[in-house]
């Protein structure tokens, strides 16, 4: 995951891109955009409202491949003492197996710069089978169990035991000569 921060404007609303992340259908790009909100009586947003503004911004990779953005998963609110409108929502970009991108760079057709997110390596971590740390909470809870030899129960002047009730003598098998 990198945080992208790249702030787009479109005809429609100012986008910014938050969050990139791989996951395993692709790369997705949470967006949140606000607009100043036309119609405060309405109950809805116009349907085709980020469909129009992700047709305003260009995304690149350092591979020089271009990619149209599509929003899914887009919710969408209104702030009524602003008199803005809010969406929010993410694009998922095909990811080609054969290369990973080291960023991204989202430039509004309309005007204003381009802005670049960078995505970092994955960290290298060390992988393979270790033993956990001793001990573990089982074994702790094993292990204060273990010196219990026997448990009275009581319930309703009744009581109930469980665990040895004699002790054995410690004595050979055979005689010994």
């Known amino acids: 995951m990198a945080v992208a921060g790249v ?21 997705q790009l949470s967006f949140r955009a606000t607009a100043p909100d036309p119609d405060p009586y309405r109950n809805s947003p116009a349907p085709d409202a980020m469909s129009r503004a ?6 690149t990779h350092d591979a020089g491949q271009s990619h149209e953005l599509r929003a899914e998963g887009v919710g969408w609110s209104r702030d009524l003492s602003l008199g803005e409108q809010e969406w929010h929502g993410h694009v998922v970009l095909a990811r080609d197996p054969a290369s990973r991108p080291a960023w991204f760079e989202l430039a509004p057709t309309i005007g204003g710069g381009p802005g670049r997110a960078t995505l970092p390596s994955p960290a290298q971590v060390p992988v393979g089978r270790s033993d956990p740390p001793w001990p573990t909470p089982g074994e702790c809870y094993l292990a204060a169990l273990a010196p219990v030899t026997t448990i009275s129960i009581e319930a309703r002047s009744t009581v109930a035991e469980a665990g040895r009730t004699r002790r054995r003598r410690l004595s050979p098998r055979w005689p010994t000569a």
């Open 7 to 27: 702030y787009c404007p479109t005809s429609v609303a100012e986008v910014c891109f938050e969050w990139v992340k791989l996951t395993s259908t692709g790369w």
């Open 54 to 59: 992700m047709s305003e911004i260009s995304l």
